[in-house]
């Protein structure tokens, strides 16, 4: 299958980082509907703030191989209901977003996703200066590779 389920808050960075791993231009543009491409289901942030969307983002699990769940480390608060990840039956990989920015808490980040269930390694990324995302390229590769053979 190969593809990645990105799951997340409003404003978390899942279509930016989704662009950068493409090598698209990154432009900010709200997601509206869940978003579906050959390596990546986008999900609009609402689908996990709003829990009576929830369905929807485990409906989409059936369609990956993977899940990367989005923490924005200037948020204050975490979307993630206690111990989410284990209603997903994929493998999730944590990432922690806006690393480079200010107001960036990174070990308030790690406690939210360990919160979700989510268990490390975690990933620290910067779409600004593309720190972290190295290893996620990787990862694509490998998913990539995989859906090939």
């Given at each position: 299958m190969g593809r990645i389920l990105l799951i997340g808050g409003?404003?978390?960075?899942?279509t930016?980082?989704?662009?950068?791993?493409?090598?698209?231009?990154?432009?900010?543009?709200?997601?509206?509907?869940l978003d579906f491409s050959h390596t990546f289901i986008d999900c609009p942030g609402e689908y996990l703030e709003i829990p009576r969307f929830y369905h929807?983002?485990?409906?989409?699990?059936?369609?990956?191989?993977?899940?990367?769940?989005?923490?924005?480390a200037t948020k204050e608060r975490s979307f993630?209901?206690?111990?989410?990840?284990?209603v997903f039956r994929?493998?999730?990989?944590?990432?922690i977003t806006k690393m480079d920015l200010p107001k960036a808490n990174i070990k308030q980040a790690i406690?939210?996703?360990?919160?979700?269930?989510?268990?490390?390694?975690?990933y620290s990324t910067s779409i600004m200066?593309?720190?972290?995302?190295?290893?996620l390229r990787k990862r694509l590769e490998e998913l990539n590779e995989l859906r090939n053979h």
């Open positions: 409003i404003g978390a960075g899942k930016s980082l989704k662009q950068m791993l493409l090598n698209e231009q990154v432009s900010y543009h709200k997601t509206q509907m929807v983002l485990i409906d989409a699990s059936h369609r990956v191989s993977e899940i990367w769940a989005l923490q924005d993630y209901p206690p111990k989410f990840s284990k994929k493998p999730i990989i944590g990432i406690a939210f996703l360990n919160y979700a269930g989510i268990e490390e390694p975690f200066d593309e720190v972290g995302v190295a290893p």
